[in-house]
């Protein structure tokens, strides 16, 4: 936003709007006292939770006098944003921090910081609450104004929130490869039109057409880069460790966090599985291999955790750790719509309809070992891989896996091991 001097310039002059805020820097000794911490705190996160803006510090906004920032105090500045941007907002800022030469008064160059701050994907709280831009001025949000606002950056909108867009990426970040698959042979559309109606990109009020959630989460090669918690974050131990949801203090074996597109974590996950279960021989009528887990249904909960998960829920990832007794998948965000435990074996609900469409035009990989299902993609529309999971379980341990609601923040499946498995390992 006002990416030239000269456009940043004519901002200036005309003062601040919904877009533009100005403020002098002061200082005591090597500290900045000028603007407050938690003002500009506010006035950041506010620009999140509008329509994004930007902040100039070494501008006085009353007479928008060009003042400057001495350049030897400049790293200083910069780190009171970056530290006020993570410590004082919540969830934090990741703004966009320039440094540039602007005239002054009297006409030699100054240098000044322009802070670019996006409209976020989330609604951002600071010291003085949840605020919004309104012209030039900070205000509260009323109840309903922010009720409406976490409506239309969460799940829960008529727009999902996997065909959100995502303000800070561009149709250039989109790797081809990765969104040429979803092209048929029968596709003639062209990029743009091919990108909407998969519900990869959407266009914005300002017409600009921008990826969509689904779309970064799919088609680049790191979607982290643009929402941090798109990842799953794999832990294997020795021995049973502490009760599900209490944490363990056991050893760790083996540990990663798992990014890339969706259809590669759900694969390297099963990797992941497979690398480090244990698997018994039995030599009751031949001999006979008895895994720990049941793959194709390790494989379905895997997949149900990337396609149903809550990507709205900042800083939440799902987490999957690996005792010698049970194995713990924990998916962020609450079960979707009317559905309860009780009846996620029989009813079906997407939170995630543009994910589960393209998950269900992945290929299953054909060349890995842990591949157990006749199944051609990775998405099942029959709404079958809940049942998978719970009878393919309970015949190889002998216990039916539990779903279990967390604080209504999250859900926990617990698969149990086979006995025979889980008695060498103790």
Known sequence: MFDSPKELLDKIRLGEDSFLELKEIRFAGDRVTAPHRDSLADGLAAFANSRGGVCVLGVEDGTREILGIPLERLDAVETFVRELCTQSVN???????????????????????????????????????????????KRQMSTEYLLRLGQQRSQARIIRFDEQVVPTASLDDLVPELWQRFQTGRSRDPRDDLLVKLGMARYEEDSALRPTVAGVLMATNNPRNWIPNAFIQAVAYRGIGAAPQSGTDGYQLDATDISGP??????????????????????????????????????????????????????????????????????????????????????????????????????????????????????????????????????????????????????????????????ESE
């Not at 030469?101 to 994907?121: H, Q, Y």
């Not at 992941?272 to 279960?277: D, G, L, P, S």
């Not at 800083?315 to 559905?339: C, H, Q, V, W």
């Open 91 to 137: 969830p934090s800022l990741t703004p966009s921090i320039e440094r540039l030469w602007l005239p002054a008064t009297t006409g030699e160059e100054v240098a000044v910081l322009k802070i670019d701050v996006p409209r976020s994907l989330f609604v951002h709280q600071s010291p003085g609450g949840y605020l919004h831009r309104v012209g030039g001025a």
């Open 262 to 423: 969706l259809d590669q974590q759900i694969a390297e996950t099963c990797r992941f599985v497979m690398r480090n279960m244990r698997v018994a021989a039995s030599k009751d009528m031949g001999r006979r291999d008895i895994p720990q887990f049941d793959m194709t249904a390790v494989f379905e909960a895997v997949v149900n955790a990337v396609a149903h998960r809550d990507y709205s829920i900042h800083g939440s990832k799902i987490r999957l750790r690996l005792f010698a007794d049970r194995l713990e998948l924990y998916s962020p965000g609450t079960i979707s719509n009317t559905m309860t435990v009780e009846s996620l074996p029989y009813r079906q609900a997407a939170r995630n309809e543009a994910i589960t469409s393209l998950l269900a035009k992945c290929a299953v990989p054909t060349n890995e070992s842990w591949i157990k299902t006749d199944r051609r993609t990775l998405m099942d529309k029959r709404g079958e891989g809940v049942q998978i999971i719970l009878e393919n379980s309970e015949s190889l341990s002998g216990i039916r896996p539990v779903y279990r609601l967390i604080d209504e923040a999250e859900l926990l499946l617990v698969i149990y091991a086979a006995s025979t498995v889980q008695a």
